[in-house]
């Protein structure tokens, strides 16, 4: 166990709708990140935020949106759903900034019928 | 940005023999390089990493190698065992906020 948790594990929805998914952190880490993971695929990197702020952005697309709340826990909210967002989703979280390992959550599996 | 290259996307090796995983990266800037095992259905977890200013890292069975003259660094894997089957994941950073950029994962699979 990382520490870190993640919540839903499953989620089924259909196209078009709005999917919220939520992360803690471990405790003391400032730095919350999302991953996106498709079937076969490797981790790609959505973003990052560092004690409330949004801190590096990658391949996320318009209709994904986060925050890190001032409890440090995070939400990465997916709008307007299409089947190619069917992925598994991972937080994970870091002390800070720097050299310091990613412990990775458990994950969501999010399946778009 | 950082691009990772990784190869094999997939490794079969009998029990008992090494494994090396190769990856390499774009960025000069970068000077963190971890490498995380995923088992099925699991999540990533943390198994070896390197910074710049060390060519070399062991850690019982398994090192890692880094030549930033070249970009690339590499996983070594010896006397390997079926539980060492998985996904491995090379990554790169650098020290701008700690944004790792992964390799696409090569599947080990070791025979018993």
């Known amino acids: 166990d990382s520490g870190v948790t993640q919540t839903p594990k499953h989620l089924i929805t259909a196209t078009g709708q709005r999917v919220t998914l939520r992360c803690s952190p471990r405790?003391?880490?400032?730095?919350v990140y999302w991953y996106q993971q498709s079937l076969d695929q490797g981790l790609q990197f959505l973003i990052q935020y560092y004690n409330g702020e949004e801190r590096a952005k990658g391949n996320i697309l318009e209709r994904f949106s986060a925050q890190q709340f001032p409890d440090l826990h995070s939400e990465l909210n997916l709008s307007s759903l299409e089947l190619g967002d069917s992925a598994l989703y991972f937080c994970?979280?870091?002390?800070?900034?720097?050299?310091?390992?990613?412990?990775f959550g458990p994950g969501t599996r999010l399946t778009v019928l | 940005g950082e691009n990772v290259e990784q190869h094999p996307s997939t490794l079969s090796v009998q029990e008992g023999d090494s494994a090396v995983i190769k990856c390499t990266y774009s960025?000069?800037?970068?000077?963190?390089f971890p490498w995380y095992k995923q088992e099925l259905g699991k999540r990533p977890q943390l198994i070896i990493d390197?910074?710049?200013?060390?060519g070399e890292k062991k850690d019982q069975r398994i090192a890692v190698t880094l030549n930033k003259t070249a970009k690339h660094f590499s996983l070594h894997i010896t006397e390997t065992q079926p539980e060492d089957s998985a996904v491995y994941f090379c990554?790169?950073?650098?020290?701008?906020?700690?944004?790792?950029?992964f390799g696409t994962g090569t599947s080990l699979t070791v025979i018993p």
């Open positions: 994970a979280s870091s002390a800070g900034w720097g050299y310091y390992e990613q412990f």
């Open positions: 960025d000069s800037a970068s000077n963190y």
């Open positions: 390197i910074r710049s200013n060390v």
């Open positions: 990554a790169a950073s650098g020290n701008t906020g700690n944004q790792f950029y």
């Open positions: 405790s003391g880490d400032l730095s």
